[in-house]
C-alpha cells in the first residue's frame, strides 16, 4: 500500500516526515503544483504532495487538480488522505476543530474536473452518492479515538471558487443547504480520484467561522493562529491513520 498525504493551506511541509527524496513529473494533463516528496513519518513510508505548491503559491481555482491526481496514480498511490483547511458554519464546527467529512456539495466552476472529457470510446459517468470512501474515513476516525482526539465524525463540506472568503450571506445561504464546513479545494480532487479508482478521504481544519457568525471580519492572523493548533492535531492524525493501514 503506498498512502498520499495532500497538504493544504498550513500544511505545505510536515516537519515530523523524514524525507529520502523528492520527484517532479509531467503528466498528460499538465505540471503539478510541486515535486512528489517521498519519505516516512513514524516509521510508515508515504508520498506528500503540497495542493497550494512549497512555497504556498497556486490560489484554489488555479490548482492542477487533474496533473495532481494523476502524478499520484502514475506513482502507485493506492490510498489519499487530503488535509484542508475551512470555515466553520454550524455550531460544532468552531476554529481549531477537526472534521471528518462524509459528503460534499460543489459550488466551484470553471475547474477542470473530470478525466473524462475527450477522445471517449463511451461516455462515463461515476458513482459519486458518497464521495470519500467510507473504510478510509472510517480508519481515520478509528485512529483519532486510538490517540483521544476529538473530531467531529461527519459533515456536509461546500467547496466554493475562491479565492476570495465567502459573504455573510453566501454563509447563511450555504447553512440553508446543509453544509458545515466552507473551503475551495475539496472539489474537483475528490471525483478525480474516484474517476480514478484511489480512495480518497478528508481531514478538515476549521482555520475561522464562515463570515458574519461571530465577527464582523475575518483576519489572516486569526486563521493562522487557529491553524497552528489545528494542524498539529491533524499530523498526529495523520500518523495514526497510517500507522493503522
Not at 470553471?110 to 473504510?135: C, K, M, N
Not at 471558487?161 to 465567502?166: A, K, S
Not at 475528490?190 to 480518497?200: D, F, G, H, Q
Request: a negative charge; hydrophobic letters at 40%; one cysteine or more.
Amino acid at each position: 500500500m503506498t498512502i498520499a498525504i495532500i497538504g493544504g493551506t498550513g500544511l505545505t511541509a510536515i516537519d515530523r516526515l523524514t524525507i529520502t527524496h523528492s520527484e517532479a513529473l509531467e503528466t498528460p494533463y499538465g505540471t503539478p503544483s510541486s515535486a512528489y516528496v517521498f519519505g516516512e513519518l513514524d516509521g510508515k513510508q508515504l508520498v506528500f504532495l503540497a495542493r497550494h505548491g512549497n512555497p504556498h503559491r497556486l490560489p484554489p481555482h488555479k490548482i492542477n487538480y487533474r496533473a495532481n491526481i494523476w502524478g499520484l496514480k502514475q506513482l502507485g498511490v493506492t490510498e489519499i488522505i487530503a488535509v484542508a483547511a475551512v470555515g466553520g458554519i454550524t455550531a460544532a464546527m468552531g476554529p481549531a476543530v477537526i472534521a471528518i467529512p462524509d459528503q460534499l456539495i460543489d459550488y466551484s466552476y470553471g475547474r477542470e474536473h473530470t478525466f473524462f472529457a475527450d477522445d471517449l470510446e463511451h461516455v462515463t459517468h461515476i458513482d459519486f452518492s458518497y464521495p470519500y470512501h467510507q473504510g478510509l474515513r472510517q480508519r481515520i476516525l478509528q485512529a483519532a479515538q486510538a490517540i483521544n482526539l476529538d473530531v467531529v465524525p461527519t459533515g456536509t463540506y461546500a467547496c466554493t471558487q475562491g479565492p476570495r472568503l465567502e459573504t455573510a450571506a453566501e454563509i447563511r445561504r450555504l447553512a440553508q443547504d446543509g453544509c458545515d464546513l466552507v473551503g475551495m479545494t475539496g472539489m474537483p480532487e475528490a471525483a478525480l480520484a474516484r474517476e480514478l479508482e484511489i480512495p480518497y478521504a478528508n481531514i478538515s481544519v476549521v482555520a475561522n467561522w464562515g463570515a458574519g457568525i461571530e465577527s464582523e471580519e475575518i483576519t489572516m492572523a486569526e486563521i493562522e493562529a487557529n491553524l497552528k493548533t489545528g494542524m498539529h492535531n491533524a499530523i498526529n492524525l495523520l500518523a495514526q491513520s497510517i500507522q493503522l493501514a
